[in-house]
């Protein structure tokens, strides 16, 4: 895929000579963080937010008294519309900048951020933020548990070659999630559960001619409730990191003036609650 498919147009853009005061009014109005600065209509430079924080506020000048080019980031790292999503993903991260202007003849026509590439390519996150540790969401691994489910009533019905079907898209599916969140050691050990029935999927079972029903029936039955529980816990943990709590096990963390607030399910033995994911955690 090319540039020219994901960059946002049209570019914001200011003249050299224009106030930074100007070009913050530009960014606070439409919610950008950058502006690309002209002269005489050619792009010679980009204003960002950091350089407004460190040449402007931390430098104690007035934005109504600073022109656009004293703190414009020049030369101008641009990219073509026809480069590859990859070239584009490596040269931001290669400059350690979060946009590029794509210009094409001498003519701007658009900008691609890091969010536009982030969008289409997930997995190249690890390139701008090497540092990050990503966990598969629960939200993204709710479909692999329904087509898993589905295949479990597939086995039992004795539909085999729809059973096959659904555990094959879970294994290719499944296999380009590991590769993308690198870091989700719960995510690889469920491929690695799995790894009996893809084999058995793609035919490199070994001197496995015919389908031990109840054998695969046991280990999906595994593998659904390990998947079930985990799926669970990172949706429980993304709805309690919203509102300030956080779940584990069974106990809930609330920060609170200043100090870490804790509770039981085993703290008020007269109400008897019951988290849902009990039932299904894998042995």
């Not at 009533?153 to 296999?175: F, I, M, R, T």
């Not at 079972?205 to 990172?234: D, S, W």
């Not at 609330?254 to 955690?281: A, H, M, N, Q, V």
Request: hydrophobic fraction near 35%; aromatic fraction near 6%; charge should be positive.
């Amino acid at each position: 895929m090319k540039v020219r498919e994901i960059m946002s147009r049209p570019v914001i853009t200011e003249d050299e000579d224009a106030q930074v005061s100007e070009v913050v009014k530009d960014m606070a109005e439409l919610g950008i963080g950058s502006v690309v600065i002209t002269s005489e209509g050619k792009p010679v430079g980009i204003i960002t937010e950091r350089d407004i924080a460190l040449k402007v506020l931390l430098a104690n000048k007035r934005a109504s008294e600073v022109k656009a080019k004293e703190i414009m980031s020049t030369p101008l790292i641009t990219i073509e519309p026809n480069a590859s999503i990859d070239d584009a993903s490596a040269l931001a991260a290669n400059k350690r900048i979060k946009s590029l202007p794509v210009v094409e003849n001498g003519v701007l026509v658009g900008m691609v951020s890091i969010g536009n590439i982030l969008t289409l390519k997930p997995e190249y996150v690890k390139r701008f933020y090497p540092e990050a540790r990503l966990l598969a969401s629960g939200w993204t691994l709710d479909r692999l548990e329904r087509v898993l489910r589905k295949s479990e009533v597939c086995l039992a019905e004795n539909h085999l070659l729809s059973y096959k079907q659904k555990l094959n898209e879970v294994c290719d599916e499944l296999g380009e999630l590991v590769g993308y969140y690198v870091d989700d050691k719960e995510l690889k050990d469920i491929l690695e559960s799995m790894d009996p029935l893809c084999r058995w999927v793609t035919g490199k079972g070994e001197g496995e001619k015919e389908i031990a029903v109840e054998e695969h029936r046991m280990l999906l039955n595994k593998i659904v409730r390990k998947l079930r529980h985990t799926t669970y816990l990172r949706k429980q943990h993304a709805i309690s990191g919203l509102s300030g709590d956080l779940w584990l096990g069974g106990y809930r963390y609330r920060r609170g003036d200043g100090d870490l607030w804790l509770s039981s399910y085993r703290s008020r033995p007269e109400k008897k609650r019951r988290l849902p994911f009990k039932s299904t955690r894998p042995k």
